[in-house]
Nanobody, 125 residues
Framework: QVRLVESGGGSVQAGGSLRLSCATS??????MGWFRQAPGKEREAVAG????????SYSQSVLGRFTISQDESKTTLYLQMNSLKPEDTAVYYC????????????????????WGQGTQVTVSS
C-alpha cells in the first residue's frame, strides 16, 4: 500500500490548537479523511474531503472547531484543530482512497483502503 505518514501530534492544554499533517509521498488520491480512536473506544470519523474539490464533511463533535484541508499540490492533507477538549484525546489516523466514495459515505472508514500509522493527540485540562 502507498504510505501515508501523519505528523503534528502532541500534548496540549484544553483550549489550545494543533495542526496535523498527512504526507502522501507525492501520490494524489481521490478522497482523504481523518479518523481517530481513543483507548477502549471504537474508531470514529473526524472529517473527510474530495481531493481537488471543495466538499468537506465533519463529524458533529468537531464541527466548527476542526478544519480539514489540502495543500495546492494535493499531496498533503491537514487537520487544523482549535479549541481542543480533553475528549479529543486519541490517536488520529489519516486515510485515503482511489475508488469512488459518495459524499454521504465520506465519514465511513470502511470506504478507505489506505491508512497511516497514526499520531497521538493528548489534551489535558
Amino acid at each position: 500500500q502507498v504510505r501515508l505518514v501523519e505528523s503534528g501530534g502532541g500534548s496540549v492544554q484544553a483550549g489550545g490548537s494543533l495542526r496535523l499533517s498527512c504526507a502522501t509521498s507525492g501520490y494524489t488520491y481521490s478522497y482523504m479523511g481523518w479518523f481517530r480512536q481513543a483507548p477502549g473506544k471504537e474508531r470514529e470519523a473526524v472529517a473527510g474531503l474530495i481531493v481537488g474539490g471543495t466538499y468537506t464533511s465533519y463529524s458533529q463533535s468537531v464541527l466548527g472547531r476542526f478544519t480539514i484541508s489540502q495543500d495546492e499540490s494535493k499531496t498533503t492533507l491537514y487537520l487544523q484543530m482549535n479549541s481542543l477538549k480533553p475528549e479529543d484525546t486519541a490517536v488520529y489516523y489519516c486515510a485515503a482512497s482511489n475508488h469512488y466514495i459518495s459524499t454521504i459515505r465520506l465519514l465511513n472508514g470502511a470506504e478507505y483502503n489506505y491508512w497511516g500509522q497514526g499520531t497521538q493527540v493528548t489534551v489535558s485540562s
